[in-house]
């Protein structure tokens, strides 16, 4: 193919402008969709929102891991590593400071419970916990509050998986969700 080089093994290296650069590709053409914001919410309504969508969807469908009374853990659709969750409240609201005390306590609780399962089904050893607060911020869907939690193993998503060419093994979402949500309640 023009463009390309076939290297040692069968790897294949694109040409950027000028020389190859050497760096294998790792692609993730899945996040295209998110970059172009495809199936984001036209506006701050209730019901253009995916996070209000999810809870009427079957779990399996809307890759729901486990619902609370106030709010619920998801799986992202595009993940930053195996096993990204999304702790979100039913009721649509954009900001952390208007959830009632109770929404605050079961988001709390939630997370913790989504650490304990992701750490025991899968080994992972840290995470990043977080919410973006407004697009400014970089919240993908800003009219609803939620949560990241990723999952981190030593090397995964930084700088040392091109440099030592190592390559994250993904797990397809359906797989995931049924993993963690049958583990959900006896991570403890």
């Not at 295209?32 to 253009?48: C, F, L, S, V, W």
């Not at 900001?95 to 089904?121: G, K, Q």
Request: glycine share 12%; aromatic share 8%.
């Amino acid at each position: 193919m023009e463009g390309y080089e076939d290297v040692d093994e069968g790897t294949v290296r694109q040409d950027g402008i000028g020389g190859p650069d050497g760096l294998d590709r790792l692609w993730t053409p899945h996040r295209m969709a998110y970059i172009r914001g495809e199936n984001k919410p036209a506006d701050d309504t209730a019901g253009e929102c995916p996070f209000c969508r999810i809870p009427r969807l079957e779990d399996a469908d809307g890759l729901v891991v486990h619902r609370g009374e106030l709010a619920y853990a998801v799986l992202n659709l595009y993940p930053y590593a195996p096993g990204h969750l999304l702790v979100c409240p039913y009721r649509h609201i954009a900001d952390y400071t208007e959830t009632t005390d109770a929404e605050a306590a079961e988001i709390s609780d939630l997370t913790r419970e989504a650490m304990r399962v992701v750490r025991a089904v899968s080994g992972a050893k840290g995470f990043n916990i977080g919410m973006n607060q407004g697009y400014i911020a970089g919240a993908g869907i800003a009219a609803h509050l939620h949560q990241h939690v990723v999952p981190r193993w030593p090397g995964d998503q930084n700088f040392m998986p091109i440099i030592g060419r190592t390559k994250t093994l993904p797990e397809l979402l359906a797989d995931t969700r049924e993993l963690l949500a049958k583990a959900w309640g006896s991570a403890g």
